[in-house]
Nanobody
Framework: QMQPVESGGGQVQAGGSLRLSCAASELSASRYAVGWFRQAPGKEREFVAAISAGGTSTKVGDSVKGRFSISRDNANNTVFLQMNNLKPEDTAIYYC?????????????????WGQGTQVTVSS
């Protein structure tokens, strides 16, 4: 399918970890860049992390730097977002997005395919 599908969200206490997965058939072609974004109630969609089509380049947002990392397994059509040392302010719906590109993209408008999102809730 062309639409990414996210999984792995849930509720965790502050300081805990979660790993989100993004699955999409087009990822195995190694021609699609992938990004993770999040949106909390009443706030704009925020860039979290992105990875190039081949997986050699990554970028994470300033608010999650040092805590989150992104990786991909093209053979299994999956991109991962590892989230460590979670904080209550990380609570949001997390979205996976993809687009045919060999570069990294960190703006929502640059992506062509979006998942439905997965809820992450961090309690204090």
């Amino acid at each position: 399918q062309m639409q990414p599908v996210e999984s792995g969200g849930g509720q965790v206490q502050a300081g805990g970890s979660l790993r989100l997965s993004c699955a999409a058939s087009e990822l195995s072609a190694s021609r699609y860049a992938v990004g993770w974004f999040r949106q909390a109630p009443g706030k704009e969609r925020e860039f979290v992390a992105a990875i190039s089509a081949g997986g050699t380049s990554t970028k994470v947002g300033d608010s999650v730097k040092g805590r989150f990392s992104i990786s991909r397994d093209n053979a299994n059509n999956t991109v991962f977002l590892q989230m460590n040392n979670l904080k209550p302010e990380d609570t949001a719906i997390y979205y996976c997005a993809s687009r045919p590109s060999m570069m990294i993209h960190n703006w929502p408008s640059e992506y062509t395919h979006w998942g439905q999102g997965t809820q992450v809730t961090v309690s204090s």
